[in-house]
């Protein structure tokens, strides 16, 4: 079976190298590194001149939260559906490894052929703050600054004040009802196609979304679930993440605790991989997967 991986990157350029060479030649990558890494020019060439590595984009630099990478995410995903060249399409991050031989990854959809793995409920959310309410109705300039350190002052005083005048952003009437979920998911070919044509004709919901907060855990889900595919979803990422603080980081980074639960989860992939900590739990993972 033929699929594509899709794979927002921003660090840790050997994992990754690492990661393509797993697969074989079934499997396709579109890879979008953020612009604003340093990673080795060399490694990325490496990467780059990979056969099976079908687009490796540098074009946006992503906040964290911001709209960048929900439009990383569909350069790659336009991309894959113009060449046509998978069935499934995963998507992943660049800190995910697969706990799956690429035999197994394609036995098991084939098994389950149609089925979309993904994630959503309809808002209010309720795992998020306000149902998720504050992500859509009030501006976040997370494209301007910087959510992951002391700026994000400047975003929760401009939510605060929007708030505090009553305001809150018009959406389009266009809009169906909001669902959202993990930004990770596995999908058809078909689908993700209807995700795109939608997009194409519906051009201001898109618009809608840009000063959001993390709006690809929403925008994607709200199509799907508002299409002929919504009895096909499976309300499964195939992702094994471990959200519980460890070392003062949530998700957790992945170690060899982690080991005998991710040999027993019916995900695909894992995440997060960093290094050093992960490198024991990599090495036993190839070794189990030979």
Not at 57 to 80: D, F, T
Not at 114 to 135: C, I, V, Y
Not at 204 to 214: D, G, K, V
Not at 222 to 239: A, F, G, W
């Amino acid at each position: 079976m033929k699929q594509a991986i899709l794979i927002t990157a921003y660090k840790n350029i050997d994992h990754l190298i690492r990661m393509v060479d797993f697969f074989n030649n079934d499997y396709s990558f579109y890879i979008h590194i953020d612009q604003k890494s340093k990673l080795s020019d060399e490694k990325i060439s490496i990467l780059k001149n990979n056969p099976k590595v079908k687009l490796l984009s540098r074009r946006y630099k992503v906040n964290w939260g911001s709209i960048q990478h929900l439009e990383a995410i569909l350069l790659l995903a336009r991309k894959c559906i113009e060449n046509k060249d998978a069935e499934y399409i995963h998507l992943i991050t660049g800190q995910d490894f697969p706990i799956k031989t690429p035999k197994q990854i394609s036995e098991f959809l084939q098994n389950n052929s149609g089925t979309e793995f993904m994630t959503g409920q309809s808002l209010p959310h309720q795992l998020w703050k306000n149902g998720g309410a504050d992500r859509i109705y009030y501006y976040s300039p997370y494209e301007v600054f910087n959510g992951r350190n002391w700026q994000r002052i400047f975003i929760k005083a401009f939510v605060l004040l929007q708030k505090a005048i009553s305001y809150k952003r018009e959406l389009p009437a266009s809009l169906p009802l909001l669902y959202g979920g993990s930004t990770y998911w596995t999908l058809t070919s078909s689908a993700v196609e209807y995700i795109i044509d939608y997009l194409n004709k519906n051009k201001e919901i898109l618009s809608a979304f840009r000063y959001t907060f993390c709006s690809e855990e929403i925008l994607l889900h709200t199509i799907l679930m508002n299409s002929p595919y919504k009895d096909n979803i499976r309300q499964n990422s195939l992702r094994f993440i471990e959200w519980k603080h460890r070392d003062g980081i949530s998700p957790a980074n992945l170690d060899e605790r982690d080991y005998d639960n991710i040999m027993n989860s019916d995900a695909l992939f894992a995440r997060k991989f960093e290094y050093p900590v992960s490198e024991k739990l990599y090495e036993k993972l190839i070794e189990a997967l030979k």
